[in-house]
């Protein structure tokens, strides 16, 4: 994969891109002050560099009825990969689970960011699926209150500073 040397404009495509992803290429030049051409081929490279990974839509979840979010907390008996391997590959496959987290320095191993209707819901998870893992010791469920803030856009670093030296 390619490394690319990002700019200021290119750092101002990808915080608008974050911000709105289906922006026109038009705008998108515009906004950062580019003609279209040249900012299509900035936004090509960076796709094709692997710096944009993809695009995707934000869905409203309360929207589709799920509106509770746990955090789950899994311990395993052992840590050889094998066991590993086996429970990435199965929470891989459990569509409830929005992320999954291998952990250092807590009791658990991982972290699962659930998303379920209800605590009915919740409940089927936890018995049905998660705990039929025979190589889970322990399991700790904390639920989500309120949300004080959630974002999908990364911190981008500001070119000039330490941070962009990477």
């Not at 290119?10 to 906004?31: E, F, V, W």
């Not at 998660?130 to 949300?147: D, E, M, Y």
């Amino acid at each position: 994969m390619t490394r690319l040397q990002l700019d200021k404009t290119d750092i101002q495509i990808l915080k608008l891109l974050q911000a709105q992803g289906r922006m026109a290429n038009q705008d998108l030049a515009a906004s950062v002050g580019l003609s279209p051409s040249p900012c299509s081929r900035r936004v090509k490279a960076m796709e094709e560099a692997g710096i944009i990974a993809g695009y995707a839509a934000l869905v409203d979840a309360p929207y589709f009825q799920l509106t509770l979010t746990a955090y789950v907390q899994v311990r395993l008996e052992k840590h050889t990969q094998a066991i590993l391997d086996a429970f990435e590959q199965a929470i891989d496959g459990y569509d409830e689970v929005l992320e999954c987290a291998l952990l250092t320095g807590s009791d658990a191993d991982y972290q699962l960011k659930v998303l379920v209707r209800d605590m009915d819901a919740f409940k089927h998870f936890l018995l049905e699926k998660l705990t039929s893992n025979p190589h889970i010791a322990g399991i700790r469920s904390s639920f989500v209150l309120k949300q004080v803030k959630s974002r999908t856009a990364i911190p981008l670093p500001e070119l000039g500073t330490q941070d962009d030296k990477a």
